[in-house]
């Protein structure tokens, strides 16, 4: 069975800090590692995308991924009010032609 | 790039009607696209899988016949939602998979059935 693990949170950063939301997946096979944001009511936001193991920056979102430990994570630097949503990791077992397997969310609060 | 959209946004239907839900790729074209679904305080599901020219493929103890996918187009997927019953009161999300490995979603349909 497919599982993704993401602690629900909430999870409260002051602003200008870093925020580290984790994720776990149980599936060895997976290959393609995602993580979207959702703001409430809102359908979700890809953020990144990660696929070898390491690190993969964009801005000020750092993606890494560790297939050994079947461990994903999502660093935001210098956190702003309107990063506060909920993070989904999503992990996709084969290539292009599956669909997602998401966790429950991670619900960030940036404190002003 | 990478926009999709759905119509509606938002449905309320009675009870026993069908309902149907277009997911377009604006910029770019879909052989794949997903169809997903959320209830409140929970995660995306996966529902099926929709193919151009091709029969869906549904995820275990997704109702085919309750939930009819088209995917007529590189750009278009219905997912038409028959004989509705409160239980199928949900967040319709369907995604499109871009260029790559990635799969850029439309902004969702709310249906409520009373």
């Known amino acids: 069975q497919k599982e993704v693990e993401q602690n629900s949170g909430p999870l409260s950063v002051p602003e200008g800090a870093i925020a580290s939301l984790n994720c776990t997946y149980s599936?060895?096979?997976?290959?393609?590692f995602f993580w979207y944001r959702q703001y409430s009511g809102k359908s979700p936001e890809l953020i990144m995308s990660i696929y070898s193991n390491g690190d993969k920056e964009d801005g000020r979102f750092t993606a890494q991924l560790n297939k050994a430990s079947q461990y994903v994570s999502l660093l935001i630097r210098d956190s702003q009010p309107s990063d506060s949503a909920t993070y989904l990791c999503a992990v996709q077992i084969g290539g292009g032609a599956d669909g997602l397997t998401f966790g429950k969310g991670t619900h960030l609060i940036i404190q002003p | 790039g990478a926009v999709v959209s759905q119509h509606p946004s938002r449905v309320i239907c009675k009870s026993g009607t069908s309902v149907k839900i277009e997911c377009r790729s604006l910029d770019f074209q879909a052989t794949t696209m997903f169809w997903y679904r959320q209830f409140p305080k929970k995660s995306l599901m996966l529902m099926a899988t929709?193919?151009?020219?091709?029969?869906?493929?549904?995820e275990q103890g997704v109702e085919k016949d309750k939930f009819l996918i088209n995917h007529a187009s590189l750009t278009l997927s219905t997912l038409t939602v028959t004989s509705a019953h409160p239980e199928d009161s949900s967040f319709y999300i369907c995604?499109?998979?871009?260029?790559?490995?990635?799969?850029?979603f439309g902004p969702g349909t709310r249906l409520t059935v009373l």
């Open positions: 929709s193919n151009e020219g091709s029969k869906a493929t549904y």
């Open positions: 599936d060895r096979g997976s290959q393609s």
């Open positions: 995604s499109a998979r871009g260029r790559g490995n990635e799969q850029f």
